[in-house]
C-alpha cells in the first residue's frame, strides 16, 4: 500500500466524523440518529491507521481478500442505519396520524362550543 | 330497534365524494330515523365537507389523507367520547344500502363484530377471477382464528359493539387492507366474538373493478402478508368494559 492510498483512507474517515460530528454540533441531526454514523466513522478510521487489523480479522475469519471484509462490514452498518430509518419513520407517521386524528376531534368540537355561545370565539389578534 | 338506532353512530370515512356524500346521508337519514350521522373527511380537496354538513351530518375534517383505517379510528374516537354504544362503517359513495343497517344492529346484540357480508345470499354483488379467490381464502382463514364462517372479510360494511369500540378506537390499523382483514383479526385475537349477516350490495356508483391477474395476484400477496404479520403479532387484551362518556 503506498503512502498515498494510506493517506487518503485516514482523511476520509476523518472526513466522515467531521461532517458527523458538524451536524450534531448544528443540531441538524439527533445524537440517538447519529450513532452508528459515529461508530461507522470511528472503526474506518481504526481501520486506516492500522491496516494490519483489517487483514489480521480476514485471515482469522477465512477471508481470503480482507476488503471483501470491509465492504461486508460497511453494507451491514449501511442496513442497521436504514432499518433504524424505518422504523422511526414508522413511530413518526403514527405520532402524525393520532395528531390528526385529534386535530378533526377538536375542531368539530370548537365548532360545537362556538355555536353554542352564539358568538364565534375569535384569535386575540385576527 | 329504535332505541338501538338511537345509540348508533353512522361513520362514513369519505375522500373527495361531494357528489354523491349529501344523498348518501340523506338516504341514511331517510331509512334509519333518530341515529346520528359522522362523515369522517379524509382530506378531502373538493366539497365533501360543505355538502356533509348541509346534509345533517356531524363533519370531521381530518388535515390530510389518512386511509379508511385513519378515518374509521377517528369515527370510534368520537363514538367514544361521545356515549354511542354502537358504530357502523357505511362507504360514502352509496355502495352500501343502509337498510342492512337494522340487521347488523341486531346481530351487535350479541356479538361485538358484525360483518354486512356480500356474498351471503342477498343481493347481486359479484366479484370474479382472481381477486375473487383471494377473497375466499382470506374470509375461510379469518373465519377460522374468529372460530365463525365467514365469506366476505373485505367488506366495508360493518358494525361495532362497546367492546369492539373501545379496541378500535386505539388500535385501527391503518395500513393497506389494515381497515378490512387486519381489524378482524386483531378483534378476533382480543376475544372479540365475530358474525356475518346478508345484505345486499349496489354495484359501485363510479369506475369498474379490476380484473387485472396481475393487480390481483399483487392484492392476494398483500393481504396473505397482512394476515401473517398480524397474527405473528402479540394479541391485544380486551381491557376494559367500553368507557360511556
Given at each position: 500500500m503506498s503512502v498515498t492510498t494510506y493517506v487518503f483512507g485516514?482523511?476520509?474517515?476523518?472526513?466522515?466524523?467531521v461532517i458527523v460530528f458538524e451536524m450534531l454540533r448544528r443540531r441538524r441531526?439527533?445524537?440517538r440518529h447519529a450513532l452508528w454514523w459515529i461508530f461507522a466513522g470511528v472503526l474506518a478510521l481504526v481501520v486506516a491507521v492500522f491496516p494490519g487489523i483489517l487483514t489480521g480479522t480476514a485471515t482469522a475469519l477465512g477471508i481470503t481478500a480482507p476488503t471483501n471484509l470491509g465492504f461486508f462490514l460497511s453494507t451491514i452498518i449501511l442496513f442497521l442505519v436504514s432499518v433504524q430509518s424505518?422504523?422511526?419513520?414508522?413511530?413518526?407517521?403514527?405520532?402524525?396520524?393520532?395528531?390528526?386524528?385529534?386535530?378533526?376531534?377538536?375542531?368539530?368540537?370548537?365548532?360545537?362550543l362556538e355555536a353554542s355561545t352564539?358568538?364565534?370565539?375569535?384569535?386575540?389578534?385576527a | 330497534m329504535s332505541s338501538a338506532l338511537a345509540q348508533t353512530l353512522i361513520v362514513m370515512p369519505a375522500y373527495n365524494e361531494e357528489a354523491v356524500v349529501a344523498s348518501v346521508v340523506a338516504e341514511?337519514?331517510?331509512?334509519?330515523p333518530g341515529v346520528a350521522v359522522?362523515?369522517?373527511?379524509?382530506?378531502?380537496?373538493?366539497?365533501?365537507?360543505?355538502?356533509?354538513?348541509?346534509?345533517?351530518?356531524?363533519?370531521?375534517d381530518l388535515p390530510f389523507n389518512l386511509g379508511v383505517g385513519g378515518a374509521m379510528r377517528t369515527g370510534f374516537k368520537y363514538a367514544q367520547q361521545h356515549g354511542y354504544r354502537y358504530v357502523v362503517q357505511v362507504d360514502s359513495d352509496g355502495q352500501h344500502d343502509p337498510s342492512g343497517v337494522p340487521s347488523i344492529l341486531a346481530a351487535l346484540e350479541t356479538v361485538d363484530v358484525a360483518i354486512g357480508a356480500r356474498f351471503a345470499g342477498e343481493g347481486d354483488y359479484e366479484v370474479k377471477g382472481p381477486r375473487r379467490w383471494a377473497m375466499v381464502v382470506l374470509a375461510s382463514v379469518i373465519g377460522r382464528i374468529a372460530r365463525t364462517p365467514l365469506t366476505d372479510t373485505t367488506s366495508g360494511f360493518r358494525g361495532a359493539g362497546p367492546r369492539a369500540i373501545a379496541i378500535f378506537a386505539q388500535h385501527y390499523p391503518?395500513?393497506?387492507?389494515?381497515?378490512?382483514?387486519?381489524?378482524?383479526?386483531?378483534?378476533?385475537?382480543?376475544?372479540?366474538?365475530?358474525?356475518?349477516?346478508p345484505v345486499s350490495m349496489r354495484p359501485r356508483a363510479g369506475g369498474t373493478p379490476s380484473h387485472n391477474p396481475a393487480k390481483a395476484a399483487v392484492y392476494l400477496g398483500r393481504a396473505a402478508l397482512a394476515l401473517v404479520i398480524a397474527l405473528w403479532r402479540?394479541?391485544?387484551?380486551?381491557?376494559?368494559?367500553?368507557?360511556?362518556a
Open positions: 485516514i482523511v476520509s474517515a476523518i472526513l466522515v466524523l441531526v439527533r445524537e424505518s422504523a422511526e419513520l414508522t413511530v413518526l407517521e403514527e405520532k402524525t396520524r393520532t395528531l390528526a386524528e385529534n386535530v378533526a376531534l377538536h375542531d368539530e368540537r370548537l365548532a360545537r352564539q358568538a364565534p370565539i375569535r384569535d386575540v389578534d | 341514511v337519514f331517510e331509512k334509519l359522522l362523515v369522517v373527511n379524509d382530506g378531502s380537496r373538493d366539497e365533501t365537507v360543505l355538502r356533509a354538513r348541509s346534509a345533517g351530518a356531524i363533519v370531521l391503518a395500513e393497506y387492507l389494515g381497515d378490512t382483514v387486519e381489524s378482524l383479526v386483531l378483534a378476533a385475537r382480543a376475544g372479540c366474538t365475530i358474525t356475518q349477516v402479540p394479541p391485544l387484551a380486551l381491557s376494559i368494559e367500553a368507557p360511556t
